[in-house]
């Protein structure tokens, strides 16, 4: 099998015909793991969902690729299919639809035609997933995610992801709403997968999450883009001094890729302040 590569290049993209992603260049391979942090509002959701295709992002310009194939011309379902998974940042809830079935439609559709997930082989797997990530054990039982806690849909989209083995994964924020047992779990999930099939983008805004899984690489963003790349020692040093000296470093005195709301804000209620005053 060929080694997976996922590559990023200068990906521009609107939300609501606002720009958000402006200029976003990366390239994860097989083997390894990176790491995109970064303070709230900077675009990293924003990059997840438009990498997986989601319909509210629209790309205006830039590419991605997974090796040789567009995966800007592939529908959400090519895109699973062709090995790329995200867990999401706010799993959906969808009542009616069993975890388990859900999973085995979900595998199935990576099968080649006319192959069937064998149905003994899918329990036994489904079984020790479960069990690897201490899971309830009826959780497969119930609705995709209707009623799960923040921890257990989280725990849920990990177990989606040992099941159906992608070559590209992307974790938004997995550790949120996790505690320190979990986190552990999930770490360890995501260091069983590694191998040189498999690459991993991890977003996250805090370090905990990478005491368990360390990245090879690091990345910062701000306004839309990456604005500084780096190594494990980018971890610590944000984690001892938090943003400030990036943005001083890069000249960036907001690092929200939109502000003008906020600003609006001010303006409105500032009866008494004039415009220079408060700086704007
Ligand atoms: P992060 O994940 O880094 O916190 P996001 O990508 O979620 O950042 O958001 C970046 C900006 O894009 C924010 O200002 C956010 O409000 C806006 N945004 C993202 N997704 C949507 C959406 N679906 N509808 C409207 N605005 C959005
Ligand atoms: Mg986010």
Redesign the pocket.
């Known amino acids: 099998m060929q080694k997976p590569v996922l590559t990023i290049s200068e990906l521009h993209a609107n ?2 015909d ?1 720009e ?1 992603l402006k200029g976003v260049n990366l390239e994860i391979k097989g083997g390894e793991v990176h790491a995109i942090m ?10 997840s ?1 438009t990498i997986m295709g989601h319909p ?2 629209h790309v205006t310009s830039g590419t991605v690729t997974l090796n040789e194939a567009n995966v800007l011309e592939m529908s959400v379902d090519e895109r699973a299919r062709a090995g790329l998974f995200l867990a999401m ?1 706010y799993p959906a809830e969808v009542p009616g639809v069993t975890n388990s079935d859900f999973l085995r439609t979900a595998m199935q559709t990576r099968m080649e035609d006319g192959k069937d997930v064998p149905l003994f082989k899918f329990i036994r797997e489904l079984d020790k997933n479960v069990e690897k990530l201490e899971m309830r054990e009826d959780l497969p039982h119930r609705y995709l995610n209707e009623g799960f806690s923040g921890g257990e849909k989280k725990r849920n989209e990990i177990l989606q992801m040992l099941m159906l083995k992608p070559n590209i994964a992307i974790l ?1 924020e997995i550790d949120s709403g996790l505690d320190v047992d979990a986190l552990r779990i999930v770490g360890e999930a995501v260091n069983s997968m590694r191998s040189e099939n498999f690459g991993c983008l991890l ?1 996250t805004h805090y370090q905990r999450l990478l005491d368990h899984i360390k990245p090879d690489f690091v990345h910062i ?1 701000m306004k839309g883009r990456i604005v500084k790349s780096g190594g494990a020692e980018l971890i610590e040093k944000i984690d001892r001094e938090g943003y400030d000296w990036i943005k001083k470093e890069l000249g960036i005195d907001d690092e ?3 502000v003008e709301e906020q600003k609006r804000k001010v303006t409105s209620i500032g009866t008494c302040a004039t415009k220079e005053m408060l700086d704007l």
């Open positions: 939300v609501e606002k958000i970064g303070p709230n509002g900077t675009g990293k959701s924003t990059l969902s509210k992002y940042q938004d977003i963003m929200r890729v939109i």
